[in-house]
C-alpha cells in the first residue's frame, strides 16, 4: 500500500534535487588554460578565446560530446581576450603580448585581429584590422555597429572607438567609475556589453562594481556613468551578459559564481559558489542563441589559475551551461 503513496512522492522529489543545480560542464581544457572570453554564433556554437596561449576555438555545446575545434593560433601575439560579431560570418578579438602574471601588455601591441568564415569548405580568413599604439591593457570588445568597435582599456579607465574600415582608433569615453585603484593599478573597466545600442554597461574590478553610462551614436559619453551594484567583500565582477531586461549576469572572478544584478540594484547568486571547484574563477559569459538554448547562459573560467579556488586548488579552463530557468523566482519577479 505504502508504495503506491510513495512512488509520486518521490517521484516528485528526486527532480526536484536535480534541479537545484543549474550548472553543467559543456567541456573543460587542461590544467594551465585560462579561457578568457566567448562570442556565440547563430548556430549556438562558441567562440572561445585563450588567455594562456593566443588560441581561439570553436566548441558545439549542444553536440553529444563537444571536442573543441582550433580556429586559429594568433603566433604575432601572446594572449587573446575580448571577442564581438559584427555579422554572421565575421568576428573581431583583441590580441596582445601580455600574460595573466603581470597583466601588462608590451607597449604597442594591443590589436584588434579579424576572423571571417566564408562559405564552407573554405578555412577561416584571419587579418589584422588595426593596432591600437596607445592603448595600455585592451579588454572587454563589443560592436557598437558593423563598422565600429568598443574596446575597454583596463589600465588607462577608457573606451576606445575602433574603425574597422580604416583601423582608426580614438578613445571615446573616460570616467572615475572606470579607473584602477592604486591597490589594484591594471585592472579597472573591465567587460563591457551594449544594452540597446544607447547604454554601455561596464565592470570595474578594481573598484568591484558594475556600472552603466549612455552614449551617443558614436560612442561618447551622453551622461556621467551610474554605480548599479557593488559586488560582495573579496569578490570583483570580471565579464558579463546581460539579459532582454537589461539585468546582469556576472562572473564574480574569486567567488567562483555567477551572480544576477537587476537594473534596480537588487542581486542574487544564482550558480557556483565561492571555494568551490564547479565555477572555478569564471571570466565571461553569453546566453545561447537558438530555440533550444536561449535560457542557457555559457560561462567561460579561468580554473582558478590567478585566483586558486580555496587557496590551492587549480583546475583546467571550463565552459559552463548555467541553465537561468532554475533560479525562476528571483528571476521571474517584475519581468513577467
Ligand atoms: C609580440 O610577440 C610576438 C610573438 O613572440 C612577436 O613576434 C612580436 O614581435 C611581438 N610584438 C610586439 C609589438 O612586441
Ligand atoms: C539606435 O538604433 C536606432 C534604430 O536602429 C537608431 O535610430 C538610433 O539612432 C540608434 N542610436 C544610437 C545611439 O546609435
Ligand atoms: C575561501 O578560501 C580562502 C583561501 O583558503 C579563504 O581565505 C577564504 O576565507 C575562503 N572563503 C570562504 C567564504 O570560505
Redesign the pocket.
Known amino acids: 500500500m505504502y508504495h503506491f503513496i510513495l512512488a509520486p512522492l518521490l517521484c516528485a522529489i528526486v527532480p526536484l534535487s536535480l534541479a537545484l543545480d543549474p550548472t553543467r560542464l559543456v567541456y573543460q581544457f587542461p590544467k594551465g588554460t585560462w579561457i578568457e572570453n566567448l562570442a556565440v554564433r547563430p548556430s549556438g556554437s562558441l567562440l572561445l578565446t585563450l588567455i594562456t596561449t593566443p588560441d581561439l576555438y570553436l566548441l558545439d555545446p549542444l553536440a553529444a560530446d563537444p571536442k573543441p575545434q582550433l580556429i586559429h593560433h594568433f603566433s604575432s601575439s601572446l594572449w587573446l581576450t575580448g571577442i564581438t560579431e559584427t555579422d554572421p560570418n565575421t568576428y573581431y578579438l583583441i590580441g596582445a603580448n601580455a600574460t595573466y602574471e603581470t597583466l601588462s601588455p608590451t607597449p604597442g601591441s594591443n590589436r584588434i585581429y579579424r576572423v571571417h568564415f566564408p562559405q564552407p569548405p573554405n578555412p577561416p580568413e584571419i587579418s589584422v584590422t588595426a593596432v591600437v599604439e596607445n592603448a595600455v591593457f585592451l579588454n572587454g570588445l563589443v560592436t557598437l555597429n558593423p563598422t565600429t568597435l568598443l574596446a575597454s582599456d583596463s589600465t588607462l579607465g577608457a573606451v576606445w572607438a575602433i574603425d574597422t574600415t580604416s583601423g582608426a582608433s580614438r578613445i571615446v569615453l573616460q570616467d572615475s567609475l572606470m579607473l584602477p585603484a592604486t591597490d589594484i593599478p591594471k585592472l579597472g573597466i573591465n567587460g563591457i556589453r551594449l544594452f540597446s545600442n544607447h547604454t554601455l554597461y561596464f565592470t570595474n574590478s578594481a573598484q568591484a562594481l558594475l556600472a552603466t553610462i549612455r552614449i551617443h551614436a558614436d560612442g561618447t559619453a551622453a551622461s556621467p556613468a551610474k554605480k548599479i551594484a557593488s559586488a560582495a567583500t ?1 569578490t570583483f565582477y570580471d565579464d558579463f551578459a546581460i539579459d532582454r531586461y537589461g539585468d546582469a549576469l556576472l562572473t564574480t572572478g574569486p567567488g567562483d559564481s555567477i551572480e544576477e544584478v537587476r537594473r534596480d540594484g537588487s542581486s542574487m547568486i544564482i550558480a557556483g559558489a ?2 568551490t571547484t564547479e565555477i572555478a574563477q569564471p571570466t565571461s559569459a553569453q546566453f545561447g542563441r537558438t530555440l533550444e538554448d536561449s535560457h542557457v547562459l555559457y560561462v567561460t573560467t579561468a580554473g582558478g589559475l590567478a585566483i586558486p579556488i ?2 590551492d586548488v587549480v583546475v583546467g579552463g571550463q565552459v559552463l551551461a548555467v541553465d537561468t530557468r532554475k533560479s525562476e523566482r528571483f528571476r521571474m519577479m517584475g519581468k513577467i
Do not use: A, I, T
Request: overall charge negative; cysteine-free; proline content about 0%.
Open positions: 573579496g565561492v571555494n580555496d587557496g
